[in-house]
């Protein structure tokens, strides 16, 4: 396992669509034990693989209640809405109000290539969609209703 390079704004890769990925080999498999390990090593929740320079749909996550790796995720339902505080790995000191669904369902294969479903709510729902979105060039500067001094963050 290996500590990967954040991207930070500005680099292209940030603004690139992911390549779904069509096989889980090696490579793959030790793309999520880095992108978990640089993520943990970062105070992160969740990364995307565009952050660490690899146009994959690649994302991992974690709250708090244990790893969610997820390969080709999509979200196939949400309902309700949220507005909190988000920061990003690659937009550092930055924090704004993003409005997000209250509840999402994701559909993704795991890292043995079995099809499984997220369920998230609160934290986890917000998680999932903005690393949803770094697969999609989208970062959340992008969906910033206010910008949030750094002191006043939830």
Same mark, same amino acid.
């Given at each position: 396992m290996a500590i990967r390079d954040i991207r930070k704004e500005g680099?292209? =890769?940030? +603004?690139?669509? #992911?390549?779904?990925?069509? /096989? $889980?080999?090696?490579? /793959?498999?030790?793309?999520?034990?880095d992108m978990a390990e640089t993520m943990y090593k970062a105070n992160g929740v969740g990364l995307a #693989?565009?952050?660490?320079?690899?146009?994959? +749909?690649?994302?991992?996550?974690? =709250?708090? *209640?244990?790893? $969610? %790796?997820? =390969?080709?995720? %999509?979200?196939?339902?949400? *309902? !309700? %809405?949220?507005?909190?505080? *988000?920061?990003?790995?690659? =937009?550092? !000191?930055?924090?704004? *109000?993003?409005? +997000?669904?209250?509840r999402v369902v994701v559909e993704a294969l795991n890292g043995k290539g079995q099809k499984i479903r997220v369920t998230g709510e609160g934290l986890l729902a917000v998680a999932l969609c903005h690393e949803i979105d770094h697969l999609d060039g989208i970062l959340f500067r992008d969906k910033v209703i206010r910008y949030v001094d750094p002191e006043e963050k939830e």
């Open positions: 680099d292209e =890769i940030l +603004r690139k669509k #992911a390549k779904k990925v069509e /096989v $889980i080999d090696d490579r /793959v498999l030790t793309l999520l034990k #693989a565009p952050q660490v320079g690899i146009l994959k +749909r690649i994302v991992v996550i974690d =709250i708090g *209640e244990g790893l $969610i %790796e997820l =390969i080709n995720p %999509e979200i196939v339902s949400q *309902e !309700g %809405e949220q507005t909190g505080t *988000e920061g990003c790995l690659s =937009i550092p !000191g930055i924090y704004g *109000e993003v409005k +997000r669904p209250a």
